[in-house]
C-alpha cells in the first residue's frame, strides 16, 4: 500500500510543499530598519496569559451578537459548571458575596442620588396622587381574586407576589397614561425572563483544583492562587420598560476606577453560604431576543415575597434590609449584564461606556428604589486585580408607601415615595454622541439574520436558541453507578473485565466541546450534488461555529 | 431524634428532672475555607437541624442563625489480608452560621513555640541535605559498581 493511501494527512503535506523550494528574491528579505519579533516572558504563566488574552481576542472578534453567545458556549458540551443566584432565594448575609461577585460599591442614602434633584414631580405627584391611592386601595383590600373562590391554598409569599404584580402593572399604565408623550418611545415587558452569566475571579481554587495543583513541580508556588467561577443570576421582575436609547450616566466612566468605592472581597467559595451549583449553557436574555431596536433597559419593579421565608427562617430586621440590597445589585446587575452582552460585550471584553438602570423592588407597602450604573463587566480571573473599575449602585432604605387601609381609606400615604417613582419614569435617555454604542459587533453584520446564506441564518439561530433555552442534552452525560465507583474507581477490584465505560477510556464528558459532534446526515434524496465518490464531508450538514 | 427515650412517666415512679439524650458534637477543622461566621462540626446522625440548634443555644448559650447538613460518606479501601472493600461508618457533618459579625478560627491545640519550631525546621533541614548529598553520591557512583569511594578522578 502507498504512503498516500495510509496516512491521509502525508498526501495534504506533500502539497503543502509544492512551493517550499521557490527562492525568495534577495531585496524582498531586507529593509532599511531592522523589524525584529517581539520579545516576550516565556515564563508559564505570563505564557497561560497569552493564550488566555488570544482567546478573549477571538471572541471580540466574533462578528454578530448570536454567533457571541456561541463562542462563549464552544468550550463545554454539557455546559459551565455555574453558581445559581437566584432572585427569590437569599441566604444568611449573602450581601458581600453579591457585591465581590458583581463588583458593586453600595452607597446607602435615605433618598435618591443627586442625579434625580433637576425633576420636579411635585405637580405631577399631586395630579396622580388620588389615582394611586384609589389603585392601591383596590388591588389590595378591593376585590376577590380566583383563589379567593377557590379556596387554594396558597402560601403567604406566592399571595403578596400576586397582589404586587397586578397592583404595579396598575401603577404603571396610570403613569404611562399620563405620561404618555414622554415615554411614546418606550417598550414594556410583563414578567420578562431574564438571565445573566458572567466569570468572577477572586475566589479560592475548589479542593480538586489545588490536589490537581499539586502533583505539577511548576504550580507548586501557587496552589492557592483564585480560579474562574461561572455565575449565574436568573430572575423574573414584574414588569420592565426599555427604550432605543440608554439613559445617561452618572458619574463619567474615569470616576468608576477611584479606589475609595470600596468593594467587600469575599474569597470563599459561594457554596459556603448555601448557593447551589447546576450545569448550564452561559445564556443571557435581557427579557427579549437580539434585533429588537429597545436595547437599553430604564427600570424594572421586583417583587419580593420571598422575605417572608427569610422571617420564618432567620428573623433578623437587619439582614432582611440587606437581602433586599442584595436584590437589588442582583437584578440590575443582572439585567444590564445580559443588555451589554446583546451589545457586544461580555465578561472577558470591558464595556466602552457605563450602561445605567433603574430598579425597584417592592410589593406594594414597602418600596426600595435602585440606581445602578454598570462600569465594567470584566470580572474574570484574568483582570480580577488588574481591572480598577468598580460598579456602583445607589440604594434607598425602605419606605413604607403608606401606614395601612381602613375601610377602603389609605392611611399615612407618603408623598416621597411616589415622587421617587415619577422622577425614575422622567429620567429620559439621551442620543449619545460620538459614541459606537456597538464596538465589538461588526458593521455589516451585527445579527445573524444579517447574513445573506439562508442555510448558514438558520443554522446559527436553530444553534443560538438551543443553548439559550438550556434544555438537557438528547443523550445526557454518562452516570458512574455507585458499585462502580466503589469496585472499579476507588479499589480496582475487577481488572479483568472488559474496559467499555467512559472513565476506562480516558474520556471526560465535561470536557467535551460543543462542536465535538457529528453534523446532522443529510439522506441522499436531498444532498444538491452527490458524489460518486464514497466518503467525504458532503454526507452531513455543514455546519458555522464561529 | 435521640435513641434514647424519654421514660413515659408512670404514676407512682420518682419523676425525672434531667433527660440526657446520646447526642454529641464534634467541632472539626474545616477542609474548605468557610466565611469567618460558618463554624463545622461533626454531629450525631440522628440529629436534626433543629436539634443541633438548640444542642447548641440550650446547652452552650451560642447563638445559631442557620444551620446546613449534609452526609459525608468516607472512602471505602480494600481490607489487607483477604482483600474485600471495606467501608467506615458515614459522618453527619453541620455548617452552622453565627451571627454576622461574630468570628471564630479553629484554635491551634498543639501549638509549639518559636523555639522549638526552628529547631524542629533545622532538624529537618539536615536530615534532607545528608540525604540529598548520599543521593549524589549513589548517582555519582551508579555505573562503577565494586569500586572503592575514594577512587575518582
Known amino acids: 500500500m502507498s504512503v498516500i493511501r495510509l496516512n491521509n494527512r502525508f498526501y495534504q503535506k506533500l502539497r503543502s510543499c509544492r512551493y517550499s523550494s521557490t527562492v525568495t528574491r534577495l531585496e524582498e528579505e531586507y529593509t532599511s530598519t531592522p523589524n525584529y519579533p517581539p520579545i516576550l516572558d516565556l515564563s508559564p504563566e505570563k505564557k497561560r496569559e497569552r493564550m488566555k488574552d488570544e482567546s478573549y481576542d477571538q471572541i471580540k472578534a466574533v462578528k454578530t451578537v448570536e454567533e457571541k453567545q456561541i463562542k462563549l458556549n464552544m468550550p463545554k458540551y454539557y455546559g459551565f ?78 399571595l403578596e407576589d400576586i397582589v404586587s404584580s397586578s397592583l404595579i402593572k396598575r401603577i404603571n399604565r396610570i403613569i404611562m397614561n399620563e405620561l404618555s408623550l414622554d415615554l411614546q418611545d418606550t417598550q414594556v415587558d410583563i414578567e420578562p425572563r431574564i438571565e445573566a452569566s458572567w466569570n468572577v475571579g477572586g475566589i479560592v481554587p475548589p479542593s480538586s483544583v489545588v490536589n490537581s495543583r499539586k502533583g505539577v513541580p511548576w504550580l507548586k508556588d501557587r496552589i492557592d492562587e483564585p480560579t474562574d467561577r461561572v455565575m449565574v443570576y436568573k430572575g423574573v421582575p414584574i414588569l420592565t420598560l426599555r427604550s432605543k436609547l440608554p439613559l445617561k450616566s452618572v458619574i463619567p466612566l474615569s470616576e468608576s476606577e477611584n479606589p475609595d468605592l470600596d468593594v467587600p472581597v469575599f474569597d470563599c467559595d459561594p457554596r459556603t453560604i448555601g448557593t447551589t451549583t447546576e450545569y448550564r449553557h452561559m445564556t443571557n436574555i435581557p427579557g427579549f431576543w437580539p434585533g429588537d431596536p429597545h436595547t437599553f433597559g430604564l427600570l424594572s419593579y421586583h417583587k419580593r415575597g420571598y422575605m417572608h421565608l427569610r422571617k420564618d427562617r432567620y428573623n433578623d430586621l437587619n439582614d432582611d434590609q440587606e437581602a433586599i440590597h442584595r436584590q437589588g445589585i442582583l437584578t440590575a446587575f443582572g439585567w444590564l449584564m445580559a443588555q451589554a452582552h446583546y451589545l457586544g460585550f461580555n465578561t472577558f471584553n470591558d464595556l466602552t461606556y457605563p450602561l445605567v438602570t433603574q430598579t425597584v423592588v417592592t410589593n406594594g407597602k414597602t418600596w426600595s428604589f435602585y440606581t445602578y450604573q454598570m462600569n465594567t463587566t470584566m470580572l474574570c480571573e484574568r483582570f480580577f486585580k488588574s481591572n480598577p473599575r468598580r460598579n456602583i449602585c445607589w440604594a434607598t432604605d425602605q419606605m413604607d408607601l403608606f401606614e395601612d387601609i381602613a375601610d377602603g381609606k389609605l392611611i399615612g400615604f407618603n408623598d416621597e415615595v411616589l415622587k421617587n417613582l415619577l422622577k425614575f419614569y422622567l429620567n429620559r435617555p439621551e442620543s449619545p454622541l460620538g459614541i459606537n454604542l456597538t464596538p465589538y459587533l461588526s458593521n455589516e453584520e451585527k445579527l445573524c439574520s444579517d447574513y445573506e446564506d439562508d442555510h448558514k441564518r438558520k443554522w446559527l439561530e436553530d444553534m443560538f436558541k438551543f443553548l439559550m433555552s438550556n434544555r438537557p442534552r438528547h443523550k445526557l452525560v454518562y452516570e458512574i453507578y455507585a458499585w462502580e465507583k466503589i469496585y472499579k474507581i476507588d479499589n480496582k477490584t475487577r481488572f479483568m473485565d472488559k474496559r467499555l465505560r467512559p472513565f476506562e477510556l480516558f474520556q471526560h464528558p465535561y470536557q467535551r466541546r460543543l462542536d465535538e459532534t457529528c453534523p446532522r446526515y443529510i439522506p441522499k434524496k436531498f444532498r444538491e450534488d452527490v458524489k460518486r465518490v464514497k466518503g467525504g464531508s458532503y454526507r452531513f450538514e455543514k455546519t458555522y461555529y464561529p | 431524634m435521640s435513641t434514647r427515650w424519654y421514660p413515659i412517666y408512670q404514676k407512682g415512679n420518682p419523676q425525672l428532672r434531667v433527660f440526657l439524650p446520646n447526642f454529641w458534637m464534634k467541632l472539626v477543622r474545616p477542609v474548605i475555607k468557610q466565611p469567618p461566621n460558618v463554624v463545622q462540626f461533626s454531629c450525631s446522625m440522628e440529629m436534626t437541624k433543629h436539634d443541633i440548634k438548640n444542642y447548641l443555644e440550650k446547652i452552650y448559650n451560642v447563638k445559631c442563625v442557620d444551620v446546613r447538613t449534609r452526609i459525608h460518606m468516607p472512602k471505602t479501601r480494600l481490607e489487607p489480608t483477604f482483600g474485600y472493600v471495606i467501608k467506615d461508618d458515614d459522618v453527619k457533618y453541620a455548617y452552622v452560621t453565627l451571627p454576622k459579625g461574630e468570628e471564630f478560627q479553629f484554635p491551634d491545640l498543639f501549638e509549639l513555640d518559636q523555639t522549638k519550631k526552628d529547631e524542629e525546621a533545622n532538624q529537618e533541614k539536615a536530615l534532607k541535605q545528608s540525604q540529598e548529598s548520599y543521593d549524589k553520591f549513589l548517582e555519582k557512583n551508579k555505573e562503577r559498581e565494586n569500586m572503592p569511594g575514594w577512587f575518582s578522578v
Open chain 1, 81 to 158: 459548571k455555574s453558581y445559581m443566584l437566584l432572585e427569590n432565594k437569599c441566604g444568611y448575609n449573602m450581601l458581600p458575596m453579591t457585591q465581590h461577585a458583581t463588583r458593586t460599591h453600595l452607597v446607602v442614602n435615605k433618598g435618591l442620588p443627586d442625579y434625580y434633584k433637576e425633576f420636579n414631580v411635585d405637580e405631577l405627584a399631586n395630579k396622580l396622587k388620588s389615582e394611586v391611592e384609589e389603585a392601591l386601595s383596590i388591588e389590595i383590600d378591593g376585590y376577590q381574586r380566583l383563589h379567593d373562590l377557590t379556596n387554594e391554598a396558597l402560601e403567604k409569599e406566592d
